[in-house]
T-cell receptor, first 115, second 114 residues
Framework: GESVGLHLPTLSVQEGDNSIINCAYS??????FIWYKQESGKGPQFIID?????DKRQGQRVTVLLNKTVKHLSLQIAATQPGDSAVYFC??????????????FGQGTILTVHP | DTGVSQDPRHKITKRGQNVTFRCDPI?????LYWYRQTLGQGPEFLTY????????KSRLLSDRFSAERPKGSFSTLEIQRTEQGDSAMYLC????????????FGDGTRLSIL
């Protein structure tokens, strides 16, 4: 399979633990943020998004926190399962009409969940 | 399956050859994006279509690259005179409406240049 993430940050957790994946973004003008999960050989899969006028959003087993003061985004996964093992990317969208919604992706974090 | 579909999934070709990839977005999505991803990196933006109009191109998209979306539905990405550095995963994503909607990705085309 695809060998993604030769030099990516890694996070190893035990099944059932909570996981927190962090991301620093670069553009203070970004107004929309997304977390994606990417498994080997597949494209990024949408997990959860948040707009810049919010600081927290919850989904099923996942929570995204946004701290605009320090340009920091985090993804919390509750009761982590082996199927959550993947590379996780944060992405930001710049504000303004010329951005056309294109996403700028962060470095990515490899999450490994041990049974 | 009503997700984004990309074809082929894998392409191996010799340096100097031309290659073309196809993307079929989610049917009601008017926005279509191409990205490129190399090992250990996140996807990088290449180009964007709103319906059939190509509205933005990254400086990563050299003149050997061309993309089309002739009827505002499927899109093609062609690379002419391929080089070793073109080896990457080429991803297509689509979304509906304004920029505050999540982009949904296909599983990409992995290009390997011999």
């Amino acid at each position: 399979g695809e060998s993604v993430g030769l030099h990516l940050p890694t996070l190893s957790v035990q099944e059932g633990d909570n996981s927190i994946i962090n991301c620093a973004y670069s553009n203070s003008a970004s107004d929309y943020f997304i977390w994606y999960k990417q498994e080997s050989g597949k494209g990024p899969q949408f997990i959860i998004d948040i707009r810049s006028n919010m600081d927290k959003r919850q989904g099923q087993r996942v929570t995204v926190l946004l701290n605009k003061t320090v340009k920091h985004l985090s993804l919390q996964i509750a009761a982590t399962q082996p199927g959550d093992s993947a590379v996780y990317f944060c992405a930001e969208k710049g504000a303004g009409g010329t951005s056309y919604g294109k996403l700028t992706f962060g470095q990515g974090t490899i999450l490994t969940v041990h049974p | 399956d009503t997700g984004v579909s990309q074809d082929p999934r894998h392409k191996i070709t010799k340096r100097g050859q031309n290659v073309t990839f196809r993307c079929d977005p989610i049917s009601e999505h008017n926005r279509l994006y191409w990205y490129r991803q190399t090992l250990g990196q996140g996807p990088e933006f290449l180009t964007y279509f709103q319906n059939e109009a190509q509205l933005e191109k990254s400086r990563l998209l050299s003149d050997r690259f061309s993309a089309e979306r002739p009827k505002g539905s499927f899109s093609t990405l062609e690379i002419q005179r391929t080089e070793q550095g073109d080896s990457a995963m080429y991803l297509c994503a689509s979304c509906q409406g304004g920029g505050g909607q999540p982009q949904h990705f296909g599983d990409g085309t992995r290009l390997s240049i011999l």
